[in-house]
């Protein structure tokens, strides 16, 4: 549902009094801002190749089959943020990185992908460009984070789009995987029925229903957080503001 918090782990003042917090090292932060810069080109070349498809039709119908490639590959590039926790060059939580990530690959490859009578649906869209400004900001942030000149329009951006993108993304992620349900009963995609030499069953449509009624919680807890998280880092310009 949400996009996953990567960072950078900065060094503490040295005190004479304290050893030096490690973060990382020289070729961690040159691997960091490849990868950021070559993400952020990635979404770029994605939100390019919405606007071109939009400009030829004249139509935001079916746009998502003009990204349909650069969107699987970039956004299963996003697993790579799970090892970068994993190793430690990046100071976030591996498991809740990985919630994140692992939901918008579910929904690229699982739903998307597999249930391709979903392709059509305008709802695809609606995550699809909230997805690609997330990610272009997103990026952006963490690159020039990475290099210590981070423009304050890129900082505000990344702390205020989502108030309107992130509701925007999930609306999107739930009408697509609801518009699935009839083709995966249909089908029994993914299902593994009894009797197998497993013993095991599995219904794929449950388990969609499921993850819709997992964004009740999930949602208001994420998205209250990054509303906490604004105020932390863009509250004194707000009051500021209100001085004024």
Request: with cysteine; aromatic share 16%; charged share 15%.
């Amino acid at each position: 549902m949400s996009a996953p918090a990567m960072g950078t782990t900065k060094t503490a003042p040295n005190d004479g009094s304290h050893k030096k917090k490690k973060g990382p090292g020289t070729l961690a932060i040159a691997y960091l801002v490849i990868y950021n810069v070559v993400m952020t080109a990635g979404w770029l070349v994605i939100a390019v190749g919405l606007v071109r498809a939009y400009l030829t039709r004249g139509s935001y119908h079916g746009l998502y089959y003009s990204i349909e490639k650069p969107l699987k590959f970039f956004q299963t590039g996003a697993l790579l943020e799970i090892l970068h926790c994993a190793v430690g060059i990046v100071p976030s939580s591996v498991v809740l990185t990985g919630f994140q990530v692992m939901s918008r690959v579910f929904l690229t490859w699982a739903v998307t992908h597999s249930v391709r009578e979903v392709q059509s649906e305008d709802s695809v869209l609606l995550f699809v460009v909230a997805w690609t400004v997330t990610e272009i900001i997103r990026y952006s942030f963490y690159t020039f984070s990475l290099l210590n000149h981070l423009p304050y329009l890129i900082k505000w951006a990344r702390y205020t789009f989502f108030i309107v993108l992130y509701p925007m993304g999930v609306t999107g992620e739930l009408l697509t995987i609801y518009a699935a349900l009839p083709y995966v009963q249909k089908t029994g995609l993914y299902s593994v029925t009894l009797p197998n030499k497993y013993n095991f069953s599995f219904d794929y449509y449950t388990f969609l229903i499921l993850t819709m009624v997992s964004y009740i919680p999930l949602f208001p807890q994420l998205y209250f957080h990054m509303l906490r998280q604004r105020k932390k880092v863009l509250g004194h310009v707000d009051e500021y503001t209100k001085v004024e």
